[in-house]
């Protein structure tokens, strides 16, 4: 099962902030947060991902909490094609390693 | 352009035939991945392979059966299908399977009809 929390839906309008959280309570301390997107009919697209430091790349920038419990994904100005679901991962563990398990993802819907 | 290349595009294939899927990489990545992603539902991991070596399998059906030949391909033999079976299939690859460098690339995906 996956082991985060997203909201189903978000809107945000064009030139904003798009802030996506995501809860992982039950993380572990070597357990990564992933961030991908899926743009409709497409293969889901790696964003960024973190341990718990903020971290920062060309598309969004990456804010865990101290307590490493949550994070916010933020495309600092949001455009139309930044429309579609963002998954927020966190890699489960088992005998074979870590494996990235998808939950529902936020549906963000970037408007004009 | 994410360098996992995904063929054929688009299949439709009746509950009796024998298709393949191909995933191709040249990435240089050790660990390449199936995923079906159904209508309204998560992406569901199906097999993991890490230096060609299976290494994940999630309860799959037998009527999925992959193959890795090599580090740079991996395929998904299809046969007897189910209608419920249709959906998007997606491949990805990670540099490795464990560690830092583990994010995934996917594919584009072949989306599957079982008539």
């Known amino acids: 099962d996956a082991k985060t929390t997203q909201p189903p839906s978000m809107d945000c309008a064009e030139g904003r902030a798009a802030n996506l959280p995501c809860n992982h309570s039950?993380?572990?301390?070597?357990?990564?947060v992933y961030w991908y997107r899926q743009i409709h009919s497409q293969g889901p697209q790696y964003i960024i991902h973190?341990?718990?430091n903020n971290e920062t790349n060309e598309m969004a920038s990456l804010i865990i909490t101290e307590d490493r419990k949550s994070s916010t994904l933020i495309l600092p100005h949001a455009t139309l094609r930044d429309t579609a679901v963002y998954y927020c991962v966190v890699r489960e563990r088992n005998n074979a390693g870590n494996m990235l398990t998808f939950g529902g993802g936020t549906r963000l819907m970037v408007k004009p | 352009e994410t360098g996992v290349t995904q063929t054929p595009r688009h299949l439709v294939m009746g509950m009796t035939n024998k298709k393949s899927l191909k995933c191709e990489q040249h990435?240089?990545?050790?660990?390449m991945y199936w995923y079906k992603q159904s209508a309204k539902k998560p992406l569901e991991l199906m097999f993991v392979?890490?230096?060609?070596?299976?290494?994940e399998n999630n309860s799959v059906p037998s009527r999925f059966s992959p193959e890795c030949p090599n580090s740079s391909h991996l395929f998904l033999h299809l046969h007897t299908l189910q209608p419920e079976d249709s959906a998007l299939y997606l491949c990805?690859?990670?540099?490795?399977?464990?560690?830092?460098?583990?994010?995934?690339?996917f594919g584009q995906g072949t989306r599957l009809t079982v008539v």
């Open positions: 039950t993380i572990s301390g070597n357990e990564y």
């Open positions: 990435l240089g990545h050790n660990a």
């Open positions: 990805a690859s990670s540099q490795e399977l464990v560690g830092r460098n583990t994010e995934a690339f």
């Open positions: 973190g341990l718990k």
């Open positions: 392979y890490s230096l060609e070596e299976r290494v």
